[in-house]
């Protein structure tokens, strides 16, 4: 049951070491391939309640890359109506719906700094598009 808000803290702690792992994995690869001044912020599409984001977090964090910022896009409604569309049905609207009160106090619990996290509340086709991506990168505060 992912959608139910009483169980995020267990399905964070249950994924967290496998992602965990390739997200170092990830990190090191990019480390041994560019400058670390070169590493830009991290933007995660589908936040949740913030496990992978605050696994992420914790992962740049442990790696010193002080200058990363953290940009988490979710409408928190869930799966969008069109989902019926893809995957053969594999997918129903508004699965995955969160809450998005609920993520930013799971996220504030995790000890993350709001000063370097963002979370950008809409539906993807609103708000990563021309006109709101400069209003986004620099006015968006997520308390
Ligand atoms: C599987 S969950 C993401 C899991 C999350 N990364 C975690 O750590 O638990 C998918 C998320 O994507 C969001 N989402 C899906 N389609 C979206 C869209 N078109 N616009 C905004 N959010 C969307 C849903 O609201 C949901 O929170």
Redesign the pocket.
């Known amino acids: 049951m992912?959608g139910n808000p009483d169980r995020?803290i267990i399905?964070y702690l249950k994924?967290t070491p496998m992602l965990e792992r390739e997200y170092i994995k990830a990190v090191r690869w990019i480390l041994e391939h560019d400058d670390r001044e070169a590493i830009g912020d991290y933007l995660?599409?589908?936040?949740?309640?913030?496990?992978?984001?605050t696994?992420m977090y914790r992962v740049i964090e442990s790696f010193g890359l002080d200058n990363v910022r953290f940009f988490g896009?979710?409408?928190?409604?869930?799966?969008?109506k069109t989902t019926i569309y893809d995957d053969q049905r594999s997918w129903r609207p508004e699965q995955?719906?969160?809450n998005f009160r609920y993520a930013q106090k799971n996220l504030n619990e995790q000890g993350i700094n709001w000063n370097r996290v963002f979370l950008v509340k809409?539906?993807?086709?609103d708000?990563l598009n021309d006109d709101h991506n400069d209003s986004w990168r620099h006015s968006y505060r997520s308390r």
């Open positions: 992912l995020p399905i994924l995660e599409f589908g936040v949740f309640y913030g496990s992978s984001l696994c896009f979710d409408s928190f409604e869930g799966l969008p995955f719906k969160s809409g539906c993807f086709s708000t």
